[in-house]
T-cell receptor, first 117, second 112 residues
Framework: DTEVTQTPKHLVMGMTNKKSLKCEQH?????MYWYKQKAKKPPELMFV???????INESVPSRFSPECPNSSLLNLHLHALQPEDSALYLC????????????????FGSGTRLTVV | AQSVTQLDSQVPVFEEAPVELRCNYS??????LFWYVQYPNQGLQLLLK??????LVESINGFEAEFNKSQTSFHLRKPSVHISDTAEYFC??????????FGRGTSLIVHP
Protein backbone atom coordinates (compact mmCIF):
# COMPACT_ATOMS: atom_id res chain seq x y z
CA ASP A 1 0.00 0.00 0.00
CA THR A 2 1.66 3.20 -1.18
CA GLU A 3 -1.22 5.62 -0.76
CA VAL A 4 -2.52 8.28 1.54
CA THR A 5 -6.31 8.10 1.62
CA GLN A 6 -8.38 11.13 2.49
CA THR A 7 -12.10 11.25 3.18
CA PRO A 8 -14.39 12.83 2.29
CA LYS A 9 -13.32 14.08 -1.13
CA HIS A 10 -15.76 16.98 -0.98
CA LEU A 11 -17.38 18.69 1.99
CA VAL A 12 -19.80 21.59 2.21
CA MET A 13 -20.44 22.93 5.68
CA GLY A 14 -22.11 25.85 7.31
CA MET A 15 -20.31 28.22 9.62
CA THR A 16 -21.94 26.69 12.69
CA ASN A 17 -21.28 23.07 11.76
CA LYS A 18 -18.75 20.64 13.20
CA LYS A 19 -17.12 18.22 10.80
CA SER A 20 -13.96 16.13 10.57
CA LEU A 21 -11.52 15.29 7.81
CA LYS A 22 -9.83 11.92 7.88
CA CYS A 23 -6.46 10.77 6.56
CA GLU A 24 -5.07 7.23 6.57
CA GLN A 25 -1.80 5.65 5.47
CA HIS A 26 -0.36 2.17 5.89
CA UNK A 27 3.19 2.77 4.68
CA UNK A 28 4.66 2.90 8.17
CA UNK A 29 5.40 6.60 7.82
CA UNK A 30 5.75 8.22 11.22
CA UNK A 31 5.52 11.86 10.13
CA MET A 32 2.13 13.15 8.99
CA TYR A 33 1.07 16.60 7.88
CA TRP A 34 -1.93 18.78 7.18
CA TYR A 35 -1.67 21.38 4.44
CA LYS A 36 -4.14 23.96 3.18
CA GLN A 37 -4.08 24.89 -0.49
CA LYS A 38 -5.88 27.72 -2.21
CA ALA A 39 -6.39 27.64 -5.96
CA LYS A 40 -3.23 28.16 -8.02
CA LYS A 41 -1.12 28.51 -4.86
CA PRO A 42 1.43 26.26 -3.19
CA PRO A 43 0.30 24.24 -0.17
CA GLU A 44 0.62 25.98 3.20
CA LEU A 45 1.67 23.93 6.19
CA MET A 46 -0.80 23.74 9.07
CA PHE A 47 0.31 20.93 11.38
CA VAL A 48 3.03 18.30 11.68
CA UNK A 49 2.77 15.11 13.69
CA UNK A 50 5.88 13.09 14.43
CA UNK A 51 5.46 9.70 16.08
CA UNK A 52 1.85 10.62 16.88
CA UNK A 53 2.82 13.77 18.70
CA UNK A 54 2.08 17.28 17.49
CA UNK A 55 5.44 18.81 16.69
CA ILE A 56 4.53 21.86 14.65
CA ASN A 57 1.48 24.12 14.67
CA GLU A 58 1.89 26.94 12.19
CA SER A 59 -0.23 29.39 14.19
CA VAL A 60 -3.42 27.88 12.87
CA PRO A 61 -6.70 29.26 14.32
CA SER A 62 -8.25 27.11 17.04
CA ARG A 63 -11.28 26.39 14.86
CA PHE A 64 -8.97 23.77 13.28
CA SER A 65 -8.10 20.97 15.71
CA PRO A 66 -5.81 18.12 14.64
CA GLU A 67 -5.74 14.67 16.17
CA CYS A 68 -3.51 11.65 15.59
CA PRO A 69 -5.19 8.61 17.20
CA ASN A 70 -2.53 6.16 16.00
CA SER A 71 0.38 5.89 13.61
CA SER A 72 -1.88 5.34 10.60
CA LEU A 73 -4.60 7.91 11.16
CA LEU A 74 -4.74 11.67 11.17
CA ASN A 75 -7.89 13.72 11.68
CA LEU A 76 -8.66 17.39 11.33
CA HIS A 77 -11.67 18.55 13.31
CA LEU A 78 -13.43 21.63 12.02
CA HIS A 79 -15.71 23.95 13.97
CA ALA A 80 -17.13 27.39 13.33
CA LEU A 81 -15.23 27.88 10.10
CA GLN A 82 -15.32 31.01 8.00
CA PRO A 83 -15.90 31.26 4.24
CA GLU A 84 -12.22 32.15 3.77
CA ASP A 85 -11.36 28.68 5.10
CA SER A 86 -12.72 27.19 1.89
CA ALA A 87 -9.79 25.41 0.25
CA LEU A 88 -8.29 22.05 -0.63
CA TYR A 89 -7.00 20.35 2.52
CA LEU A 90 -4.16 17.97 1.88
CA CYS A 91 -2.77 15.28 4.12
CA UNK A 92 0.76 14.00 3.57
CA UNK A 93 3.14 11.55 5.15
CA UNK A 94 6.85 10.90 4.94
CA UNK A 95 9.40 8.24 5.68
CA UNK A 96 9.84 6.82 9.16
CA UNK A 97 13.03 6.35 11.09
CA UNK A 98 14.71 9.42 9.79
CA UNK A 99 15.69 12.62 11.49
CA UNK A 100 14.87 14.44 8.29
CA UNK A 101 11.82 12.75 6.78
CA UNK A 102 11.02 15.55 4.38
CA UNK A 103 14.34 14.96 2.67
CA UNK A 104 12.88 11.81 1.20
CA UNK A 105 9.77 13.49 -0.15
CA UNK A 106 6.14 13.45 0.80
CA UNK A 107 3.31 11.19 -0.22
CA PHE A 108 0.19 13.32 -0.53
CA GLY A 109 -3.44 12.31 -0.46
CA SER A 110 -5.88 13.58 -3.08
CA GLY A 111 -7.30 16.08 -0.66
CA THR A 112 -10.66 17.18 0.68
CA ARG A 113 -12.20 20.12 -1.14
CA LEU A 114 -13.93 22.11 1.58
CA THR A 115 -16.53 24.78 0.96
CA VAL A 116 -17.78 26.85 3.87
CA VAL A 117 -21.14 28.53 3.27
CA ALA B 1 16.54 30.69 5.59
CA GLN B 2 15.80 29.15 2.24
CA SER B 3 13.59 30.29 -0.60
CA VAL B 4 12.49 28.94 -3.94
CA THR B 5 11.77 30.95 -7.05
CA GLN B 6 9.80 29.56 -9.95
CA LEU B 7 10.28 32.21 -12.55
CA ASP B 8 7.30 31.38 -14.75
CA SER B 9 3.74 31.26 -13.45
CA GLN B 10 2.50 29.76 -16.70
CA VAL B 11 4.21 27.93 -19.57
CA PRO B 12 2.14 27.22 -22.70
CA VAL B 13 3.59 24.74 -25.15
CA PHE B 14 2.42 22.64 -28.07
CA GLU B 15 2.25 18.88 -27.84
CA GLU B 16 5.51 17.08 -28.70
CA ALA B 17 7.54 20.24 -28.15
CA PRO B 18 10.28 20.39 -25.50
CA VAL B 19 9.71 22.26 -22.27
CA GLU B 20 11.77 23.64 -19.40
CA LEU B 21 10.30 24.76 -16.09
CA ARG B 22 12.70 26.89 -14.14
CA CYS B 23 13.47 26.71 -10.44
CA ASN B 24 16.09 28.61 -8.49
CA TYR B 25 16.73 28.37 -4.80
CA SER B 26 18.65 30.30 -2.22
CA UNK B 27 20.30 28.66 0.73
CA UNK B 28 23.65 29.00 2.41
CA UNK B 29 23.91 25.29 3.13
CA UNK B 30 23.43 22.04 1.29
CA UNK B 31 19.88 21.37 0.22
CA UNK B 32 17.65 18.63 -1.06
CA LEU B 33 15.48 19.45 -4.06
CA PHE B 34 12.16 18.16 -5.32
CA TRP B 35 9.66 18.57 -8.08
CA TYR B 36 6.02 17.79 -7.37
CA VAL B 37 3.21 17.64 -9.93
CA GLN B 38 -0.43 18.34 -9.24
CA TYR B 39 -2.98 17.26 -11.84
CA PRO B 40 -6.38 18.96 -11.81
CA ASN B 41 -8.48 18.06 -8.77
CA GLN B 42 -5.76 15.92 -7.25
CA GLY B 43 -3.11 16.10 -4.56
CA LEU B 44 0.58 16.59 -5.22
CA GLN B 45 2.71 13.73 -6.46
CA LEU B 46 6.46 13.52 -6.05
CA LEU B 47 7.92 13.64 -9.56
CA LEU B 48 11.63 13.48 -8.79
CA LYS B 49 14.15 14.44 -6.16
CA UNK B 50 17.81 15.25 -5.76
CA UNK B 51 19.41 14.17 -2.49
CA UNK B 52 23.02 13.55 -3.48
CA UNK B 53 25.14 11.89 -6.15
CA UNK B 54 24.46 12.36 -9.84
CA UNK B 55 23.26 15.86 -10.56
CA LEU B 56 20.88 14.63 -13.27
CA VAL B 57 17.77 12.91 -11.97
CA GLU B 58 15.01 11.36 -14.00
CA SER B 59 11.39 10.42 -13.46
CA ILE B 60 9.55 7.43 -14.87
CA ASN B 61 7.46 9.55 -17.25
CA GLY B 62 10.28 11.23 -19.17
CA PHE B 63 10.97 14.32 -17.07
CA GLU B 64 14.46 15.10 -15.87
CA ALA B 65 16.00 17.78 -13.69
CA GLU B 66 19.58 18.86 -13.23
CA PHE B 67 20.99 20.15 -10.00
CA ASN B 68 23.35 23.03 -10.68
CA LYS B 69 25.03 24.15 -7.49
CA SER B 70 26.90 27.07 -9.00
CA GLN B 71 23.73 28.53 -10.47
CA THR B 72 21.56 27.34 -7.55
CA SER B 73 19.07 25.92 -10.00
CA PHE B 74 17.05 22.74 -10.42
CA HIS B 75 15.25 23.17 -13.75
CA LEU B 76 12.78 20.56 -14.94
CA ARG B 77 12.88 19.46 -18.57
CA LYS B 78 11.07 17.14 -20.92
CA PRO B 79 12.09 16.68 -24.56
CA SER B 80 8.55 16.03 -25.83
CA VAL B 81 5.42 16.83 -23.85
CA HIS B 82 1.99 15.24 -24.03
CA ILE B 83 -1.44 16.65 -23.41
CA SER B 84 -1.53 14.58 -20.23
CA ASP B 85 1.41 16.57 -18.83
CA THR B 86 -0.88 19.55 -18.36
CA ALA B 87 -0.66 20.23 -14.63
CA GLU B 88 0.74 22.50 -11.93
CA TYR B 89 4.38 21.87 -11.11
CA PHE B 90 5.92 22.83 -7.78
CA CYS B 91 9.61 22.99 -6.97
CA UNK B 92 10.51 22.47 -3.31
CA UNK B 93 13.65 22.57 -1.20
CA UNK B 94 14.60 21.34 2.25
CA UNK B 95 17.88 21.74 4.04
CA UNK B 96 17.29 19.13 6.67
CA UNK B 97 14.22 18.82 8.81
CA UNK B 98 10.58 18.26 8.19
CA UNK B 99 9.43 21.22 6.26
CA UNK B 100 10.06 21.90 2.59
CA UNK B 101 9.73 25.35 1.13
CA PHE B 102 7.57 25.29 -1.98
CA GLY B 103 7.84 27.58 -4.95
CA ARG B 104 4.72 29.38 -6.14
CA GLY B 105 4.12 26.80 -8.88
CA THR B 106 4.20 26.80 -12.67
CA SER B 107 1.18 25.89 -14.74
CA LEU B 108 2.22 23.80 -17.73
CA ILE B 109 -0.41 24.04 -20.43
CA VAL B 110 0.03 21.68 -23.36
CA HIS B 111 -1.92 22.56 -26.49
CA PRO B 112 -2.77 20.03 -29.22
Amino acid sequence: DTEVTQTPKHLVMGMTNKKSLKCEQHMGHRAMYWYKQKAKKPPELMFVYSYEKLSINESVPSRFSPECPNSSLLNLHLHALQPEDSALYLCASSLRDSNYPANYGYTFGSGTRLTVV
Amino acid sequence: AQSVTQLDSQVPVFEEAPVELRCNYSSSVSVYLFWYVQYPNQGLQLLLKYLSGSTLVESINGFEAEFNKSQTSFHLRKPSVHISDTAEYFCAVTRGGYIPTFGRGTSLIVHP
